[in-house]
DNA sequence: TCTATCTCTGTAATGATTACAATGCAAAAG
DNA sequence: CTTTTGCATTGTAATCATTACAGAGATAGA
């Protein structure tokens, strides 16, 4: 992702492409590593010395209403982002945090309509232990 | 559900059956009402006057982890109990806040497969406006 | 009754997130 | 090019859900 495809992406979306934003994005676009707030703003601090966790906050979260990402709350203790638009589900390791990516046989989830509300947003999550956690487990 | 129910339960798992997980056990039992540490905890204070937080959320905590309630990060805000252990999705409504259950069409999601990862847990839900808060925004 | 163990309680700490007011910046108008 | 106006950003302080911990209490078996 160029900086230039960030800012007309954000221009498209009536968004002001200013330097913390693009850089947040092109961030978010770049790392599907599902990051929290604190990643985010810690590797781009380097690139944007000025830029503060609030920033970082508003921001993910604006991109989050409008479409841009996602937010995630598989994890208990604070907030992931995920840049990757596709549908696809999430799976998150107890052990050692880690959220990976689950890719969804069909599309028949997003159709799922719910009688009477206004559903905006689909979530399908697993919880567990992860391949990596398995094995380091059974090596002892 | 009768206090002698919750004790038979809490014994078959194992699980000593003091007065407070009797009764908060009791609570979400017969409350699918998705409550919060806060309000289990306001709810049963009259009942049980030396109940402290820190006892709602470890024995909430507890009985998730030995299925019997499961524990939602569906609110960003704060976490929720659900004591109904049938296979079930959530709806969550931004405006109010509250979280609706909804009936899954069928069991296919527990099957779902996830290569090389141990799933536990699998969590379903929805974000989006509910019935009632769209009837009031109509009418504004 | 005594003792060992498991529970519970209350306070204090933690830490993610948000509120807010002051400052800075960007783009349009002049 | 400068001014102006409104939106964006920053940093600090506050909030508040959750957890840690240590002391007090209850329980069951000997």
Redesign the pocket.
């Known amino acids: 992702m160029t900086e230039q495809q960030a800012i007309d992406t954000l221009k498209a979306k009536g ?7 693009v850089a947040i994005y092109k961030y978010i676009q770049e790392h599907f590593t599902h990051p ?3 990643e985010v703003f810690t590797h781009l601090s380097p690139e ?1 010395p ?6 970082v ?3 993910l ?1 604006m991109y989050a209403e409008m479409g841009l990402c996602s937010m995630l709350t598989i994890n ?4 992931v982002f995920d840049g990757n638009a596709n549908s696809h589900a999430h799976f998150m390791c107890k052990v050692c945090g880690r959220v990976y990516d689950v890719p969804t046989a069909d599309k028949m989830l997003e159709e799922m309509h719910i009688p009477g509300h206004r559903a905006e947003e689909m979530h399908l999550y697993y919880r567990g232990t992860c391949q990596s956690c398995l094995l380091k487990q059974e090596r002892m």
Do not use: F
């Not at 968004?15 to 934003?21: A, F, G, K, L, Q």
């Not at 208990?76 to 907030?79: D, G, H, K, T, V």
């Open positions: 968004i002001c492409p200013t330097r913390p934003r929290n707030v604190d944007v000025t830029l503060s966790k609030t920033t906050y508003n921001t979260r208990e203790r604070q907030l």
